[in-house]
């Protein structure tokens, strides 16, 4: 079974940066695919950006150049750097993870969820 613990949020201004982080434990294999979703006011929740294999990165469109995710696996831990933050990234962001080390952005393929982290931009 997997814990997937978020931390990080907070609220900023437009154009400032952000880090989260997400603390995966009771995971067997470190190769699972790990990725950041989000859910904004009035929005269903949506994909941002997964890591497959611990290397290839993929990102939603809307993130692409401003968001940088990646795994250290010394910890355990995931990152998203956010960079050029705009008020539409308001939203509570979730960590999941995959029991394999494929990822897709059809979120009922991951099996395990964090609580959430705030993450708030204003103009």
């Known amino acids: 079974q997997g814990r997937l613990v978020e931390s990080g949020g907070g609220s900023v201004q437009t154009g400032g940066s952000l880090r989260l982080s997400c603390v995966a434990s009771?995971?067997?294999?470190?190769?699972?695919?790990m990725g950041w979703f989000r859910q904004g006011p009035g929005k269903e929740r949506e994909g941002v950006a997964v890591?497959?294999?611990?290397?290839?990165?993929y990102y939603a469109d809307s993130v692409k150049g401003r968001f940088t995710i990646s795994k250290d696996n010394t910890n355990n831990t995931l990152y998203l750097q956010m960079n050029s933050l705009k008020p539409e990234d308001t939203a509570m962001y979730y960590c999941?993870?995959?029991?394999?080390?494929?990822?897709?952005?059809?979120?009922?393929?991951?099996?395990?969820w964090g609580q959430g982290t705030q993450v708030t931009v204003s103009s």
């Open positions: 890591i497959e294999g611990g290397i290839s990165a």
């Open positions: 999941a993870a995959r029991r394999g080390p494929t990822c897709y952005w059809a979120q009922r393929l991951y099996d395990y």
């Open positions: 009771a995971f067997t294999d470190s190769n699972a695919c």
